[in-house]
């Protein structure tokens, strides 16, 4: 193996290659990303880059969790303080945690699981789903958060599905909107 020194504008071309090619490598996912605002191309009011579904497709999306369970369980969507809302704000690094809230109909279940998922093509985040093995209480709640996406490619109408092991299930809308 034979060394060879290197002068100073060897080196700066080198370095130079090296980060024409880092750029010409990334231009074209750049340039993919600008335009993938879904089928049609644009981007919705909501951010929600492409359709949203219909309502004959969100009860095949939520029947496929729930399944025939009755409606009889309750769920809410909470704010950082506990609030009741219909709003949740795509979060990053720092922010607040939303919450998941199951409540039984006096019944005590010993698993519950939530799900959540957007109603609308196109978001890359495709849902959330915990799952909780209880017996001592007959409410559940439980932290999450949509991520903030470039584009808001997760803003739009979701929804929170919650089913108990005893049959019950329930389910919420809202709404995530960008920071």
């Given at each position: ?34 335009n ?31 399944g025939?369970?009755?409606?009889a369980a ?59 093995n ?6 559940v ?19 929170l ?19």
């Amino acid at each position: 193996m034979t060394l060879v020194r290197s002068s100073r504008s060897t080196r700066a071309r080198v370095l130079g290659a090296i980060l024409f090619s880092g750029v010409a490598v990334l231009a074209p996912a750049s340039s993919l990303l600008a335009n993938s605002g879904g089928s049609n191309g644009s981007i919705g009011a909501a951010g929600a880059q492409s359709r949203p579904l219909s309502e004959r497709e969100i009860k095949q999306r939520i029947g496929s969790f729930v399944g025939k369970a009755p409606l009889a369980a309750g769920c809410a969507v909470l704010g950082p303080n506990g609030e009741r809302v219909t709003q949740v704000v795509a979060m990053s690094f720092g922010d607040l945690a939303y919450w998941l809230q199951y409540r039984s109909s006096g019944q005590l279940a010993t698993t519950v699981v939530f799900k959540t998922t957007p109603l609308f093509e196109g978001s890359p985040d495709l849902g959330e789903t915990q799952r909780f093995n209880t017996a001592f209480s007959n409410v559940v709640t439980t932290p999450f958060g949509v991520p903030a996406w470039g584009l808001d490619k997760t803003s739009g109408p979701w929804a929170l599905m919650v089913k108990d092991n005893l049959g019950r299930a329930a389910m919420c809308r809202f709404e995530v909107v960008p920071q």
